[in-house]
């Protein structure tokens, strides 16, 4: 009987697992010749993952074609040379010249979807709608650039029940109000109010049925907000935010203006920034 090999490559890339030491990664990046444009930020990135020994093997690795160019893994590479430290890892050899143009072109986890894969949020899991809350209300007023990928995951574990309080409470869709710098503020808030109170603000704001006459500055916020919908702008996030939190805590001492001035201090602290 013959069997047919017709879709099979007469080369076969194998793979191997061995330790990367810094010695064997300069020598790999020197013919390093085939690569895109390094990015430094995720190198900083990765050496700061293998320096705190958050590096795991995974199946992912390194990679080599046919002639022994490194297709694969230089960013990795640098890191190891810039940690001084030696890992483990994946490396395959003779991939075929064309199957560069299908590395790291497949569909990239998010962080909602990492979250939820590690099990560790329950059969809730963890939604981009609460990763993108939290992403905001751990900048809060400033230009905080965000933080790794672990350290997300370590403030997600902290803040679960203040991040999906605020999804919930904040779960209209209306433009510019069911956003998440609106639900940061929340966030922040769900450590200082009463939550009753806070849901309060949040279903009127939501809904624009105000219960109270007190909640007419929360009905003007929402104008507001509806009016300039959705900011992408980093500084114009930031000063909508600070009028959220202006008008939650006017409302909170019982007051209403009819300018909304955005605060100039973080009224809501999350609890690791209170401590001295």
Request: aromatic share 8%.
């Amino acid at each position: 009987m013959t069997s047919n090999n017709t879709n099979i490559s007469v080369h076969q890339p194998r793979t191997v697992y061995m330790d990367i030491t810094p010695e064997r990664a300069a020598k790999w990046l020197e013919g390093n010749i085939r690569n895109r444009k390094i990015d430094h930020r995720w190198v900083d990135y990765l050496t700061d993952e293998i320096l705190a020994g958050r590096w795991n093997t995974t199946h992912q690795g390194l990679a080599f074609d046919q002639n022994n160019t490194l297709v694969d893994g230089q960013h990795r590479l640098m890191a190891v040379l810039k940690s001084g430290c030696t890992i483990r890892s994946a490396v395959s050899y003779g991939l075929d010249k064309k199957a560069i143009d299908d590395i790291d072109g497949g569909n990239p986890r998010d962080d909602a979807t990492r979250m939820s894969l590690t099990q560790n949020f329950g059969n809730e899991g963890i939604t981009r709608y609460h990763t993108s809350a939290l992403n905001d209300a751990i900048a809060g007023l400033t230009d905080k650039r965000k933080p790794a990928y672990h350290m997300r995951r370590e403030a997600m574990e902290k803040h679960i029940d203040a991040v999906r309080f605020a999804t919930a409470h904040i779960s209209t869709k209306v433009k510019g109000v069911g956003v998440a710098y609106v639900r940061a503020v929340i966030i922040r808030a769900w450590y200082w109010l009463d939550r009753d109170d806070l849901a309060t603000f949040c279903r009127v704001l939501s809904t624009g049925i105000p219960e109270s006459p007190l909640d007419v500055g929360i009905i003007r916020l929402r104008d507001h907000l509806m009016t300039i919908g959705g900011q992408q702008n980093k500084v114009k996030r930031r000063e909508t935010y600070a009028k959220v939190e202006r008008v939650l805590i006017t409302w909170m001492n019982g007051e209403s203006r009819k300018i909304i001035r955005p605060v100039q201090k973080e009224y809501f602290p999350l609890p690791e920034e209170t401590v001295a």
